[in-house]
């Protein structure tokens, strides 16, 4: 087996062990998943399209889970002033607080050193990004680190939306961040 199938099967035995601790509580995989990625994501991006692009899934299987996560009261629901059919998702403390809390998977990567840390979490994004290159898909980055944003404002500001950034939202995932494009010297 070559390097690049090692390292596929060790990334899906780090997401199975995982997925297996996600089953504690009375939260199944799919609905933790959901829920980490509301804690992570920006007031723009909680809409359950965004939520299924995001998994790769459709947007009834993920209406179903985020019905679920309201009911259990991990988020709220939330209908826009302007189009009434437009929903969004935001954690409730309760929700986040879960999220929070230390799993076995996140203890073992915070035994390693920072160096370590640091250099995993840049080759396993820029992994992401080739594979989604690949296959069509859209990045969910940071705002911090995408094209339209202006670290200028205390907060930041999205030229794309065009508004400010409250504190913090700079460090949330944005359905849509656009990678930098690296300009070769």
Request: aromatic share 6%; proline share 3%; with cysteine.
């Amino acid at each position: 087996m070559d390097m690049s199938h090692r390292i596929r099967a060790l990334i899906n035995r780090i997401a199975r062990l995982d997925a297996a601790h996600s089953w504690e509580g009375d939260l199944n995989p799919a609905q933790r998943g959901a829920l980490e990625y509301l804690v992570q994501a920006n007031m723009y991006s909680r809409a359950p399209s965004h939520v299924a692009e995001y998994f790769g899934t459709t947007r009834g299987t993920m209406s179903q889970t985020l019905k679920v996560l309201a009911r259990k009261g991990y988020v709220s629901e939330e209908t826009s002033k302007s189009d009434k059919r437009s929903i969004s998702y935001t954690p409730t403390d309760a929700g986040s607080a879960l999220i929070a809390a230390s799993n076995p998977i996140s203890a073992a990567f915070e035994a390693l050193n920072p160096d370590e840390q640091a250099e995993l979490e840049k080759t396993l994004r820029r992994g992401l990004q080739l594979a989604l290159k690949a296959n069509g898909g859209q990045s969910f980055g940071l705002c911090k680190t995408c094209e339209h944003y202006d670290p200028q404002e205390v907060n930041g500001f999205c030229k794309l939306l065009s508004v400010s950034l409250s504190k913090g939202e700079n460090n949330k995932i944005c359905v849509e961040h656009k990678e930098v494009a690296v300009v070769a010297s």
